[in-house]
């Protein structure tokens, strides 16, 4: 009976620890973002001023019509759209193909050109890769548009997509394909007509990790866009609004900016938050 209290109160202890740190856990993630969205209600001068108080002392809805007047958002929205859009669709399309190759289909260097993807994922140079990307692009002449920032950032963490797509790809049967063949189906056949109806789940936690990706990059579009404002997406274009204040700062217009460019992601979250769980649990049974 002594033991049986002593780990009942073990566990209720180890509980305890848990729930308290998850909660701080949860305060320190979610904390920002109130602030965020609270503060782009207040007026700068409260904003300037500090204090801990959250709920703004009066609620200016005029805060979010200058931001969106000021920061020129309907061009950096439909930039960050167009951007979002065409890295998910070129992610899909390469990443789903690649794991279902390497999943499927047996050819030389295999393995290897496999293990070399993976080590390459744990090689990052970082913004010192800039200014080689940048003058390719010039010679290439693809500085002049955004399809430099959208091919670089499609390539960019590729390789943990295909490792997902080929994890889920390994919980589908082989004897779909074997079916699909007997049928006259060919291997890209197969692919497009068996295995991407089934690649659904993981398709959709590829496109909201590459849309989610692609609309928060920030470093790379600020260096290609330096030259033409009207190319910025809206990570990059919604720091200009902080610059718009009489003399200070304006916090509350650029804590509007900000709201207004979290919304859309969230949006495409919740449309594709089902699937996006599904593909998750899915491609990590088998790897």
Same mark, same amino acid.
Request: proline letters at 3%; charged letters at 15%.
């Given at each position: 009976?002594?033991?049986?209290?002593?780990?009942?109160?073990?566990?209720?202890?180890?509980?305890?620890?848990?729930?308290?740190?998850?909660?701080?856990?949860?305060?320190?993630?979610?904390?920002?973002?109130?602030?965020?969205?609270?503060?782009?209600?207040?007026?700068?001068?409260?904003?300037?001023?500090?204090?801990?108080?959250?709920?703004?002392?009066?609620?200016?809805?005029?805060?979010?019509?200058?931001?969106?007047?000021?920061?020129?958002?309907?061009?950096?929205?439909?930039?960050?759209?167009?951007?979002?859009?065409?890295?998910?669709?070129?992610?899909?399309?390469?990443?789903?193909?690649?794991?279902?190759?390497?999943?499927?289909?047996?050819?030389?260097?295999?393995?290897?050109?496999?293990?070399?993807?993976?080590?390459?994922?744990?090689?990052?140079?970082?913004?010192?890769? #800039? =200014? @080689? *990307?940048?003058?390719?692009?010039?010679? $290439?002449?693809? !500085?002049?548009?955004?399809? &430099?920032?959208?091919? +670089?950032?499609?390539?960019?963490?590729?390789?943990?997509?295909?490792?997902?797509?080929?994890?889920?790809?390994?919980?589908?049967?082989?004897?779909?394909?074997?079916?699909?063949?007997?049928?006259?189906?060919?291997?890209?056949?197969?692919?497009?007509?068996?295995?991407?109806?089934?690649?659904?789940?993981?398709?959709?936690?590829?496109?909201?990790?590459?849309?989610?990706?692609?609309?928060?990059?920030?470093?790379?579009?600020?260096?290609?866009?330096?030259?033409?404002?009207? #190319? =910025? @997406? *809206?990570?990059?274009?919604?720091?200009? $609004?902080?610059? !718009?204040?009489?003399?200070? &700062?304006?916090?509350? +217009?650029?804590?509007?900016?900000?709201?207004?460019?979290?919304?859309?992601?969230?949006?495409?979250?919740?449309?594709?938050?089902?699937?996006?769980?599904?593909?998750?649990?899915?491609?990590?049974?088998?790897?």
């Amino acid at each position: 009976m002594k033991t049986h209290a002593v780990e009942s109160r073990v566990t209720k202890t180890a509980n305890a620890a848990i729930f308290v740190f998850l909660f701080i856990l949860a305060v320190l993630t979610i904390y920002p973002i109130i602030y965020i969205l609270l503060g782009s209600f207040k007026e700068n001068e409260e904003l300037v001023s500090g204090g801990l108080n959250l709920l703004p002392h009066k609620f200016i809805f005029d805060n979010y019509v200058q931001a969106w007047e000021m920061g020129n958002f309907s061009v950096y929205t439909f930039n960050s759209v167009f951007l979002s859009v065409m890295v998910t669709v070129i992610t899909l399309f390469t990443t789903s193909m690649a794991g279902y190759v390497f999943a499927r289909k047996e050819f030389r260097f295999k393995k290897l050109i496999f293990n070399t993807m993976i080590m390459f994922m744990f090689i990052n140079v970082g913004s010192v890769s #800039l =200014r @080689p *990307l940048f003058e390719l692009a010039v010679k $290439l002449h693809l !500085n002049t548009s955004l399809w &430099a920032v959208i091919l +670089i950032a499609a390539g960019t963490d590729q390789t943990i997509y295909i490792l997902l797509i080929r994890g889920f790809m390994q919980t589908i049967p082989k004897e779909l394909d074997e079916a699909a063949m007997i049928d006259g189906c060919g291997f890209f056949g197969t692919y497009f007509k068996i295995i991407l109806p089934n690649l659904r789940p993981a398709l959709a936690t590829v496109g909201l990790l590459s849309f989610r990706g692609a609309w928060n990059q920030y470093i790379l579009p600020l260096v290609f866009t330096m030259s033409n404002d009207k #190319l =910025r @997406p *809206l990570t990059v274009g919604v720091l200009e $609004l902080r610059n !718009n204040g009489d003399g200070a &700062a304006a916090w509350n +217009i650029l804590f509007a900016g900000s709201a207004l460019s979290i919304v859309p992601i969230i949006i495409v979250y919740f449309i594709s938050s089902k699937r996006f769980v599904g593909g998750m649990m899915s491609g990590s049974v088998k790897g």
